[in-house]
Nanobody, 126 residues
Framework: QVQLVESGGGSVQSGGSLRLSCAASENTYSTYSMGWFRQAPGKGREGVAGIDSGGISRYANSVKGRFTISRDNAKNTLYLQMNSLKPEDTAMYYC????????????????????WGQGTQVTVSS
């Protein structure tokens, strides 16, 4: 069973940047599809970005052009580079994994993932 640990969250002003990291315990990490999700208070969990084992990625429309998902299979680590942050990006961000290669149309669906990290808080002030 893979364990996921997120880091890199914090408080920034609007227009700032953060890079989130997600370290996976599983040494077959390269076979997993991975995703970043977020949940703001009173809202449901939203898919932000996902990447499959082959490197195909998908982004929510709200973050396209501002966020970049990447993975370093040698380090068993997933990243989310977040630029031009906005107050509406404020949320708890979660890393998720599933040990299959999801089709790109499924990468942002939380129900497709069965391993989750505990989350890291991102707060963007105006």
């Amino acid at each position: 069973q893979v364990q996921l640990v997120e880091s890199g969250g914090g408080s920034v002003q609007s227009g700032g940047s953060l890079r989130l990291s997600c370290a996976a315990s599983e040494n077959t990490y390269s076979t997993y599809s991975m995703g970043w999700f977020r949940q703001a208070p009173g809202k449901g969990r939203e898919g932000v970005a996902g990447i499959d084992s082959g490197g195909i990625s998908r982004y929510a429309n709200s973050v396209k052009g501002r966020f970049t998902i990447s993975r370093d299979n040698a380090k068993n680590t997933l990243y989310l580079q977040m630029n031009s942050l906005k107050p509406e990006d404020t949320a708890m961000y979660y890393c998720a994994a599933v040990r299959v290669s999801l089709g790109w149309w499924l990468l942002l669906r939380p129900n497709e993932y069965n391993y989750w990290g505990q989350g890291t808080q991102v707060t963007v002030s105006s």
